[in-house]
């Protein structure tokens, strides 16, 4: 009887050896954004790329180092605020993710940077446009949308060379996005001729800009640029109409959403925006991507999907030319990054930026998002 029960364990151990060398290897990557809160529509909509990217991805199968990977996303919010981006990220280099895409907003990535600085993980942001993002120095942060100080100066000039606009007022949402981008439009709009008659702050968490706007509308300026993000920037425009003001409403890609309609109403008519990539109907596979996602997603995508579900195939390119999902040599396998996706060719600079980036300056018409023009950095 012993000796049929020690026969019975040894093929048991022998199956479960042979099982366990052939069972998928677990690679995990991670994906933080805004999930709850004003922007949460946001988030989403970049979860939702990333996610669909991961789901083709495994459905295609993907063998690293001669071993079956699945890929499993790492959904995590960080709900737009700073604290919370470290926690969570610390959180995502102790799960042993083999990359992050995010954070969403530059006041979370750039604190959270340092986690994977620490960590040796590549965070490669969908969204964050500070410029300091990509200034410190660290060998695991990309990008993979402008900078604030390409999509502030590319916003200004169309305003002053395109829309006329000699006077401006500029208001800001006190975060390190909305900061960032009002004062490189800024700069960029008193070289280019135009006359700042104001520079105002409110916060990220502001519904009622009447004190604002009703101090604005004495000097009667031409436009009022606006950097912060569309939970904000759609009140704003509304009650700038309100108010009987008829200056252009200015903006960056925060505001530049598909749901601005539903937050500005008819103003949102009155708003030129800009985004920090190419526009969704001139991006190489947009089309392709949009049937996609809205078959997956049964609903319209906001802003940052394709650069999410790119960021994720990037992580997996350096993957399989690391040939491992050793976290330290898909990072080293970074810079020579050389991808052709939805959002078209990416590639990177030594610091992590886009080499080649572009700026899209869009309008709403009857609440419809329409491209204005394509500005090439």
Do not use: W
């Amino acid at each position: 009887m012993l000796r049929h029960s020690m026969t019975a364990f040894a093929a048991a151990a022998a199956l479960t050896c042979a099982l366990s060398a052939h069972a998928d290897e677990i690679v995990r990557i991670g994906h933080v954004a805004p999930l709850t809160g004003a922007i949460a529509h946001l988030g989403k909509d970049s979860e939702n790329g990333a996610r669909l990217a991961v789901e083709e991805i495994n459905a295609n199968g993907l063998t690293i180092g001669g071993r079956k990977v699945t890929l499993q996303l790492d959904a995590q919010d960080d709900a737009g605020d700073p604290r919370t981006a470290t926690q969570v990220a610390q959180r995502l280099v102790d799960d042993k993710v083999i990359g992050v895409v995010g954070h969403h907003n530059s006041g979370t990535s750039i604190p959270a940077s340092r986690v994977y600085r620490d960590g040796g993980v590549v965070q490669i942001s969908q969204a964050a446009t500070n410029p300091t993002y990509t200034q410190q120095g660290f060998k695991t942060t990309y990008r993979v949308v402008a900078t604030d100080a390409q999509q502030g100066p590319a916003l200004a000039m169309y305003a002053a060379k395109n829309l006329g606009i000699k006077t401006v007022a500029v208001v800001d949402d006190s975060t390190a996005y909305g900061q960032g981008l009002a004062t490189e439009f800024e700069k960029a709009a008193k070289a280019a001729g135009m006359k700042v008659v104001s520079r105002d702050a409110t916060n990220d968490k502001a519904i009622d800009f009447r004190a604002i706007l009703t101090k604005i509308k004495g000097a009667n300026p031409d436009a009022i640029m606006y950097g912060g993000m569309d939970a904000t920037g759609g009140p704003l425009a509304k009650q700038a109409r309100q108010l009987g003001m008829r200056a252009k409403i200015l903006a960056g890609d925060g505001v530049c959403s598909t749901d601005l309609p539903k937050l500005a109403g008819p103003a949102s008519d009155n708003v030129v925006c800009s985004e920090a990539g190419i526009a969704l109907e001139k991006m190489p596979g947009g089309a392709a991507f949009t049937r996609r996602y809205e078959a997956r997603y049964h609903q319209p995508m906001q802003v940052y999907a394709p650069f999410s579900y790119d960021a994720v195939y990037i992580i997996v390119d350096a993957m399989k030319r690391a040939n491992s999902t050793d976290p330290a040599k898909v990072l080293a396998a970074m810079p020579a990054t050389d991808y052709k996706g939805v959002i078209g060719e990416t590639s990177f600079t030594p610091q992590g930026d886009l080499k080649h980036g572009a700026i899209s300056v869009f309008t709403y018409k009857s609440g419809k998002k329409a491209l204005l023009d394509i500005v090439k950095m």
